[in-house]
């Protein structure tokens, strides 16, 4: 592909804050530089662009709908067809990583037996937790309000269970190994857009952590480079269930602005 730049600034539409649009001009070091774009692939990326308050409006249409999403512990076994879920997985898949490793595997579970195993193993892990006292006195606590205790009959409920799984590596089919980097930032971002996914299509999740979560590598025999990371049980609320009455964080209290002023 030949070098795309132009010398001269060019223009966009003004945005409503009165700023100047910002240009080519303004940078000496342009991205990909002739040199990489000589070395390595690069594709024209567009987005048209919206007014201000086309933005305002979308952002409050997004804002509102998240919003909207709960997690939820008591689904209806109805099926959920498996398009959903390769959708959604495909949606998360398209995360950022770090360099761009997409260090994740999703395992999708549909198979009862398998679900049934799963849900074993997470309440013997979850009894000892709730019943134990594995989990501190702090974190019992902070737990209250959700009411969870070591029942987890979701497990075998729910259509489906999708296990994300981190790549602590890569594991090439050679067998030779490379460094992934920034595993938990990349795989967070990807359990998120999972959850948004599966939440914008109209059905429901749980981000579901039956700590420690070993035992999903060998029920599900995965390779030794992976970690489990969190496991979503999916499929459509049942109807008449209840969540905890939860406020979430005002704007003020989560965002901090320096702008200069
Ligand atoms: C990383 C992570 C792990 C979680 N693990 C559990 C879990 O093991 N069991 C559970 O019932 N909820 C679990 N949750 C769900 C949280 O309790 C829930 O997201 C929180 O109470 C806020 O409720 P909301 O998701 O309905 O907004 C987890 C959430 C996250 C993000």
Avoid: C
């Amino acid at each position: 592909m030949p070098y795309p730049f132009v010398e001269s600034g060019e223009t966009g539409p003004m945005s409503d804050t009165g700023q100047k649009p910002e240009g080519r001009a303004l940078y000496r070091h342009p991205y990909p530089s002739p040199d990489l774009a000589a070395r390595h692939p690069f594709v024209a990326y567009e987005r048209q662009r919206v007014d201000d308050q086309t933005m305002r409006d979308r952002a409050e249409s997004f804002r509102v709908s998240a919003d909207g999403r709960r997690s939820v512990r008591m689904f209806s076994s109805d099926p959920v067809p498996r398009d959903l879920i390769e959708a959604a997985v495909a949606a998360a898949s398209t995360a950022p990583s770090g360099a761009h490793k997409q260090p994740w595997t999703f395992v999708a579970v549909s198979d009862p037996a398998t679900k049934s195993r799963i849900r074993e193993a997470a309440e013997a892990e979850e009894r000892t937790n709730y019943l134990e006292n594995r989990m501190n006195a702090e974190w019992q606590e902070a737990l209250a309000p959700l009411g969870t205790d070591h029942h987890k009959e979701f497990l075998e409920v729910a259509p489906w269970l999708v296990v994300l799984f981190e790549q602590r590596y890569e594991l090439r089919p050679d067998g030779s190994t490379r460094k992934n980097y920034y595993v938990k930032e990349s795989v967070g971002i990807a359990a998120g857009l999972f959850v948004a996914a599966v939440h914008e299509m109209g059905l429901a999740t749980l981000p579901h952590t039956p700590s420690p979560m070993a035992f999903l590598r060998t029920v599900l025999d995965r390779p030794e480079n992976e970690r489990p990371f969190v496991m979503f049980p999916v499929g459509h609320p049942l109807r008449g269930l209840l969540v905890p009455d939860l406020a979430r964080k005002a704007l003020e209290e989560v965002l901090v602005v320096v702008d200069g002023t």
